[in-house]
C-alpha cells in the first residue's frame, strides 16, 4: 500500500467555483484557511500567507502595490481579513536603505508601522521582511512535520537537494527577521525557476503567481517530503524500538489523573494557576515508551514555533506501568520538578544577555510519562492543549529526521534568544490582564440545571473551566454545547455521575482532574424537592431525599476536599442550600431534614478545611422557579395545590409577593452568590450563608 492509500498525502480541496466568486484579498483568506484547517501543514497560530495586491491609494487616488500578510498572534486556520497587516510595497523596499547590520533587527520591525496602508491597525508580524522581499505575487510559510523532519536533520543541506533537486532551495538557521528577509530576496533573484524554500531547522517557504498555484506548490513540496519520509521508514522501528509497553486506557487515565492535581499543586504554588491536558496519541505513547526516548527528549525542539510553545525541553519521570502504581511517582515528584526548575534556571543564565527579561517561570510545560502518555500544563487549557499539539509536532520531527539522519534540536543560544527575545516579551506585556477566576477549574453538580447553568456561565464570564456533573445524559450534552459555543470547547468538560452512588462521584472526579488538572471550586447543586404531611411521607421518600441532598451532598465534598488538600492550593466549597434549610415548612419534613444537613455539613467541612485554605460556604435560595426542572415537575405541581394557584405564573407571583422586597429571584441571582463565594473576594469568609430570597424575615441568620 503506498502513502496515497494510507492517506498520508494531503488532498488538493481548492474549490474553482468558489474561488471564482472571491476579491483577491477573500481568495488570500480562502488560501489561508486551506492551509490552516489541517495541522498536517501548519500548527495552531503557526504559519503565515500573504499576497501582493493592486489597491487604490486613499490619499492618492492613484494604484498601488500593497502587501497583505498575516499580522502577529493570528492563525491562518481561523483568520479572518482583518488578521492581514497592509503595507506599501514601495515603503517596505525603501527600508532595505536604512538596514545596515542584523544589530538593527528589532530596530526595523518598529519601522513597519510606517510602511502601513490604510491606517490598518493589525500589528505586523516579525515575518514581514521575508514575503515582502520574495519577489513573487503569493508566499506562503508553513511548517509541516515532513519538512521540519528534513530541515532539523544532520543532513538537511543535502537531503532537501536529493528530494527537490534545483525545484527547492536551502537556507541555514536563521532567526526571523530583516536579515533572513534579504536571504530569500537573494535566493529568488538568483533562482527564478525555484518553488520554494527549505529553512534549516525551521520550515518552509512556497510561491506562485497565482493564489491558486501557490497553494498547490505547497501542498505538492509537503507531499513529496512526505513519500521520501514514508519510503525510507518502511520495515524499520521508530525511536529505536520499544522500551516499556503502554498500559490500558483505564489505567492511562487513572495515572493522568492522579498525577496532574500534584502537580498542578507544585508549579501554581508561587505563581498564577496552571490548566492541564493530557495527551495517550498513538505517536505520543510510542515515543514515550521507545528506547531513544532519553536521549532525544533533552534535545528540545527545532521549529521556532514549537520551541515557544514547549519550552527548552520536557521532563521525563521514570516510570514503568508494568510494575508501578501512581502511588510509586507521586514521592519523587517534589524532587524532580526542583530538578528541572534549577536546570532551566542553569540554561538562563549561561544564555542571558545584558538586556535579557527576567527569568520566567521555571517550570516545565510537557511532562512525558513511559506507558502512559503526555501532560501539558499552561495558563489555560487551550494554550495547554495547544502546548501538547505542537509537542506531538516535534515527535512526528524526531521520528522522520532520525528515520533519514541524525535530528538536530535548536543550538542552546539560539533557542535562549527567541524566547527571551525582546519582540517576544513586548508582545507577552501587551496580553491583557487575566480574569479574576482564569486558571481556576470549577465543578458542578446538577450542572445542566437552571441553577447549574447560570453558575457556571458566570464562573466562566470570570476566566473559569468548568466540569458539569449531572444525571440526564441529553441535557448535559446540550448544556456543554451551548457553553462551548459561548466561551469555547476547551473551557467546559462534562461527566456523568448520580450523586447518590460512591464509585460513580469518585470517577468523575478523577474525570475532572484528568480534562483540567485538577479542582479549585465545587458547587454541590444536585437536587430535588417533594412535598407532603408527615403521615403521607414514605420511607422510599424520605431516602430518596437524604440519598440525593444530603448523601449527594457529603459524596461531592468530600471527593472536593480530597482533590483540594492533595493539590495543597486551597479551594472554594460551595453549597446550594434553601431556605428551608433555616426555616421549616409544613409537608415537607423530607425535604427540610435534608437541606438542614447540608447547612451543618459546610459547617463541618469549613472546620476541616480551613487549615489547607479549604473555604465552605452556602449560597441560601428561594423560590427560584424559572429554568429549574425540579419545579417543572411533580414539586412544582404540589406548591401550586397548596397555594391554589393555577398557572406557573401565578405560584411565582406568590412568591414573589412573600418576599420582603416583592422581586423574583433567578437563577442567575444564585450564580452571583456562587461567584461571590468562588472569588478571592470571599476568601475571607468560611462557614458562611448568604441568603438569596428577595428577604424572608423568618430565615435571617441571625
Not at 144 to 162: C, G, M, N, V, Y
Not at 219 to 233: G, M, P, W, Y
Not at 308 to 313: E, N, Q, S, V
Not at 334 to 353: D, F, I, V
Request: charged letters at 25%; proline letters at 4%.
Amino acid at each position: 500500500m503506498d502513502v496515497a492509500e494510507r492517506g498520508l498525502l494531503l488532498e488538493n480541496r481548492w474549490d474553482d467555483a468558489v474561488a471564482a466568486s472571491l476579491s483577491p484579498e477573500a481568495l488570500l483568506v480562502y488560501r489561508s484557511n486551506l492551509l490552516g484547517s489541517d495541522k498536517r501543514i501548519t500548527n495552531y497560530g503557526g504559519g503565515n500567507t500573504s499576497s501582493k495586491l493592486d489597491e487604490r491609494d486613499p490619499l492618492t487616488g492613484e494604484t498601488v502595490k500593497v502587501l497583505w500578510v498575516k499580522g502577529s498572534g493570528g492563525d491562518i486556520g481561523s483568520m479572518r481579513l482583518d488578521g492581514f497587516a497592509t503595507l506599501y510595497m514601495d515603503k517596505l523596499i525603501s527600508l532595505q536603505a536604512i538596514y545596515k547590520s542584523d544589530a538593527q533587527e528589532d530596530e526595523m520591525v518598529g519601522l513597519y508601522n510606517h510602511c502601513t496602508f490604510n491606517l490598518n491597525p493589525r500589528a505586523t508580524s516579525i515575518d514581514t521582511a521575508l514575503h515582502g522581499f520574495i519577489d513573487r505575487p503569493h508566499v506562503d510559510h508553513v511548517h509541516p512535520d515532513a519538512i521540519i523532519a528534513i530541515a532539523a536533520s544532520a543532513d538537511s543541506r543535502k537531503l532537501t537537494q536529493e528530494i527537490y533537486g534545483d525545484t527547492v532551495g536551502w537556507v541555514p538557521w536563521r532567526r526571523p527577521g530583516f536579515e533572513l528577509g534579504l536571504w530569500l530576496k537573494k535566493f529568488t533573484e538568483e533562482n527564478p525557476k525555484a518553488r520554494g524554500l527549505v529553512l534549516e531547522a525551521h520550515g518552509l517557504f512556497t510561491w506562485g503567481d497565482t493564489q491558486k498555484e501557490c497553494y498547490e506548490t505547497t501542498l505538492d513540496v509537503i507531499n513529496r517530503a512526505t513519500e521520501f519520509l514514508t519510503k525510507h521508514s518502511a520495515g524499520k522501528s521508530a525511536f529505536g524500538g520499544e522500551r516499556i509497553k503502554s498500559a490500558m486506557p483505564e489505567k492511562r487515565r487513572a495515572v493522568a489523573a492522579g498525577l496532574m492535581p500534584v502537580i498542578r499543586g507544585l508549579i501554581s504554588k508561587n505563581g498564577p494557576f496552571k490548566l492541564g491536558h493530557f495527551d495517550d496519541s498513538p505517536e505520543v505513547l510510542e515515543f514515550v515508551g521507545s528506547r531513544d526516548l532519553a536521549t532525544l527528549a533533552p534535545l528540545g525542539t527545532s521549529c521556532p514555533d514549537h520551541f515557544l510553545r514547549t519550552k527548552i525541553a520536557p521532563l521525563v519521570l521514570d516510570f514503568d506501568p508494568g510494575t508501578q502504581e501512581v502511588a510509586d511517582l507521586l514521592p519523587g515528584l517534589p524532587e524532580a520538578l526542583e530538578t528541572y526548575r534549577e536546570g532551566y534556571a542553569a540554561y538562563y543564565n549561561r544564555c542571558k544577555r545584558a538586556n535579557s527579561p527576567a527569568m520566567r517561570d521555571p517550570n516545565a510545560v510537557v511532562y512525558l510519562i513511559p506507558g502512559i502518555g503526555m501532560l501539558t500544563f499552561a495558563a489555560d487549557k487551550a494554550t495547554a492543549r495547544i502546548a501538547g499539539e505542537f509537542y506531538r509536532n516535534a515527535i512526528n520531527v524526531m521520528r522522520g529526521a532520525t528515520t533519514v539522519s541524525v535530528y538536530r534540536g535548536l543550538p542552546e543560544q539560539e533557542a535562549f534568544d527567541i524566547e527571551y527575545w525582546l519582540l517576544e516579551e513586548a508582545k507577552l506585556q501587551r496580553m491583557p490582564k487575566p480574569r479574576a477566576l482564569a486558571g481556576k477549574v470549577a465543578f458542578i453538580t446538577g450542572g445542566a440545571g437552571g441553577i447549574g447553568m447560570a453558575s457556571a456561565r458566570r464562573l466562566m464570564q470570570d476566566g473559569a473551566c468548568v466540569v458539569l456533573c449531572d444525571i440526564d445524559r441529553g441535557v448535559l450534552e446540550t448544556s456543554r454545547g451551548e457553553l462551548a459555543k459561548s466561551f469555547g470547547a476547551d473551557a467546559v468538560s462534562t461527566v456523568w455521575a448520580d450523586v447518590t452512588k460512591e464509585d460513580a462521584l469518585v470517577a468523575a472526579f478523577h474525570e475532572a482532574a484528568a480534562a483540567f488538572g485538577g479542582l479549585d471550586i465545587c458547587v454541590c447543586n444536585a437536587g430535588i424537592a417533594s412535598a407532603s404531611p408527615l403521615e403521607d411521607t414514605t420511607l422510599a421518600i424520605w431516602q430518596k431525599n437524604i440519598d440525593i441532598l444530603a448523601t449527594g451532598y457529603f459524596l461531592t465534598s468530600r471527593e472536593a476536599f480530597r482533590t483540594m488538600k492533595e493539590q495543597g492550593l486551597g479551594g472554594s466549597i460551595i453549597m446550594i442550600a434553601s431556605k428551608n434549610a433555616l426555616v421549616a415548612s409544613p409537608g415537607a419534613a423530607a425535604y427540610c431534614t435534608a437541606k438542614a444537613s447540608e447547612l451543618h455539613l459546610s459547617r463541618c467541612v469549613a472546620l476541616e478545611g480551613a487549615p489547607f485554605g479549604i473555604r465552605s460556604n452556602v449560597v441560601n435560595p428561594d423560590a427560584v422557579l424559572r429554568g429549574s426542572r425540579i419545579w417543572k415537575g411533580e414539586w412544582g405541581e404540589q406548591r401550586a395545590a397548596s397555594y391554589k394557584t393555577e398557572s406557573f405564573d401565578d405560584l411565582e407571583a406568590v412568591y414573589r409577593e412573600r418576599s420582603l422586597l416583592k422581586r423574583s429571584v433567578y437563577p442567575e441571582d444564585i450564580a452571583e452568590g456562587v461567584a461571590f463565594f468562588a472569588s478571592e473576594i470571599s476568601s475571607k469568609s468560611t462557614g458562611n450563608i448568604i441568603n438569596v430570597d428577595a428577604g424572608n424575615a423568618n430565615a435571617f441568620t441571625r
